[in-house]
């Protein structure tokens, strides 16, 4: 007769073994995996030191301040978008700010301080803009000389750090002329311009370099049409002047005095 006890103690067979779910698995190898990256991250990238570069208006601890990073801070966990924002809304006189990593623990906070492009009038007050349209402060007459006066729109009251805003009809206009402030700025050009007019939203109006009347046409790629304006003005002699025509697709117009 077949002992009993040959039937519990039969080795089970692999399909009798208790199966462990694979699917289980690899979510929770990637979940340690992560965590493991993370723990390392927080021990060895605390931020050792940090450089702030291109700041004249404002020291280094008024940036450091305003954008809230600090030494013994992670790395990787920072949020430099955010960090160079507040340094923007908190300094009026920031246009932008980069902030960049460099392994094992530096951050470099590069400002880009904000310079003036041109100005407005306000009642009996002038006020100088920069080339992001921020309002820097009141001017005197003579400072505003070396301006470029912007003329055609009426905006809203101005204040120190504020964006140059305007309603109703003079909206439109307060947005390409942003974008023409802004290129101004980008190209280095605010010493040749003497004066924008924006009156004519489909054709505003620069004076460049005392000898041109460039006419921009309707708001359609601005930085385009800047660069075809820096290109034909370099292929002029430094006698010509006249009006050059920027509102053609391919080609710029000029039309001498």
Not at 21 to 31: A, D, E, H, I, V
Not at 116 to 138: F, H, I, N, P, Q
Not at 149 to 160: F, P, R, W
Not at 205 to 210: A, G, K, P, Q, S
């Amino acid at each position: 007769m077949q002992n009993t006890n040959d039937y519990y103690n039969k080795p089970k067979s692999d399909s009798d073994r208790p199966k462990i779910n694979l699917s289980l698995r690899k979510p929770m190898t990637f979940f340690l995996a992560v965590v493991s990256v993370i723990l390392v991250m927080s021990l060895f990238f605390e931020i050792g030191k940090i450089d702030v570069v291109g700041n004249s208006l404002y020291t280094d601890k008024q940036i450091l301040d305003a954008s809230g990073i600090q030494l013994g801070d992670n790395l990787f966990f920072i949020n430099r978008i955010g960090a160079g924002s507040r340094v923007v809304v908190k300094l009026p006189y920031v246009d932008a700010v980069q902030i960049t990593r460099g392994l094992p623990n530096r951050i470099t906070i590069v400002v880009h301080e904000s310079n003036a492009v041109g100005y407005v009038r306000l009642g009996d007050e002038l006020w100088s803009v920069s080339g992001m349209g921020k309002y820097l402060g009141t001017v005197s007459k003579d400072d505003a000389q070396y301006m470029a006066e912007i003329v055609g729109i009426s905006t809203a009251d101005a204040s120190v750090g504020e964006k140059l805003i305007a309603e109703g009809e003079n909206a439109e206009k307060a947005e390409y002329l942003l974008e023409i402030l802004e290129q101004i700025q980008a190209r280095g050009l605010a010493a040749k311009i003497t004066g924008i007019d924006i009156t004519d939203v489909s054709n505003p109006v620069l004076e460049y370099d005392l000898r041109f009347t460039v006419r921009f046409g309707e708001r359609d790629n601005t930085e385009y049409k800047f660069g075809k304006l820096v290109a034909a003005v370099d292929e002029l002699g430094a006698n010509d002047a006249g009006t050059l025509d920027l509102s053609f697709d391919d080609k710029v117009q000029f039309n001498a005095n």
